[in-house]
């Protein structure tokens, strides 16, 4: 648990606001959130998470603690990925301009300057398949494309061609 609210924005007051809300999901939490209550916030850096939730709460494991708190965030609809990149967003870009900054910043400038509009981003690779005919129908070229004939065309031939399979394989009535 002291792993998992060190790399959480905000540390640890985060973590148990998370777990706060995890109480609604397991009532078995709430000796843990008063005691966390309970220390004073000076002190409670030399707190061990892990202690804290094994003494106030033993019946509970701490990997089913860590459970119900990612379930709350979850169900509260906090996408917990979203929330560090957006809180971590401004330390990267600076980072990043740092970087840039550098003999060694290659990449990074190109990325700073794709991302401010100097420089076009990437966009792949573009396949024109009509680029024949359209260039034909603009020179006024009839244009002929290899392939299926039109289906209008097609369906006429085969429904002519049912009906005179119908018609010269009907069963002819038996004499008697």
């Not at 540390?11 to 966390?36: S, V």
């Not at 420089?119 to 009839?142: C, D, I, R, T, Y």
Request: glycine residues 6%; contains cysteine; hydrophobic residues 45%.
């Amino acid at each position: 648990m002291d792993h998992l609210a060190a790399r959480l924005p905000g540390g640890r007051d985060a973590f148990f606001e998370m777990l706060n809300l995890a109480c609604e999901l397991d009532p078995r939490l709430l000796p843990i959130t008063q005691a966390w209550a309970d220390i004073r916030k000076r002190d409670r850096r030399e707190v061990s998470i892990d202690s804290l939730c094994e003494t106030a709460a033993p019946a509970l494991s701490i990997a089913k603690i860590a459970g119900l708190v990612v379930e709350s965030a979850m169900s509260w609809g906090l996408n917990v990925s979203n929330l560090i990149a957006a809180l971590n967003h401004p330390r990267v870009v600076q980072t990043s301009i740092q970087r840039a900054l550098t003999e060694r910043g290659y990449h990074d400038r190109k990325m700073q300057l794709m991302h401010s509009g100097f420089l076009p981003a990437h966009q792949g690779s573009v396949l024109n398949v009509h680029a024949e005919a359209e260039a034909q129908v603009f020179a006024g070229a009839k244009v002929v494309t290899p392939g299926l004939p039109p289906f209008e065309q097609e369906t006429l031939e085969r429904a002519a061609l049912i009906r005179d399979l119908e018609t010269t394989e009907a069963p002819q009535d038996p004499v008697e």
